[in-house]
């Protein structure tokens, strides 16, 4: 089993800055390298959306709403994906999840326990 442990969500006002992490721990043998890393937000009230992703490779691609103000990275010696996110608006307020996604034979896809990030004055 795959462990993804979500950490620096909290409360900053409109126009500030945070930076999310997401650690990855697993079986024997889990390698993190191999996986898409993703971003993804739920608002209350609203269906959980994209936020951003970082292939294997070190693609990347983002929602039209935060080109710009997010940037998604990962460091493979930690097993760890980031998001650095700025200019933050109100409605960035919601919580993010971490997300590992393989396809190997079958596909693989694991979720986080998520982080509350609350944008406001």
């Known amino acids: 089993q795959v462990q993804l442990v979500e950490s620096g969500g909290g409360l900053v006002q409109p126009g500030g800055s945070l930076r999310l992490s997401c650690a990855a721990s697993?079986?024997?043998?889990?390698?993190?390298?191999?996986?898409?890393m993703s971003w993804y937000r739920q608002a209350p009230g609203k269906e959980r959306e994209l936020v951003a992703n970082?292939?294997?490779?070190?693609?990347?691609n983002y929602a039209d709403s935060v080109k710009g103000r997010f940037t998604i990275s990962r460091d493979t010696a930690k097993n760890t994906v980031y998001l650095q996110m700025n200019s933050l608006k109100p409605e960035d307020t919601a919580v993010y999840y971490c997300n590992a996604f393989r396809v190997y034979i079958r596909s693989y896809n694991y979720w986080g326990q998520g982080t509350q990030v609350t944008v406001s004055s």
């Open positions: 970082i292939s294997i490779t070190g693609n990347t």
């Open positions: 697993g079986f024997p043998g889990f390698t993190f390298r191999l996986y898409r």
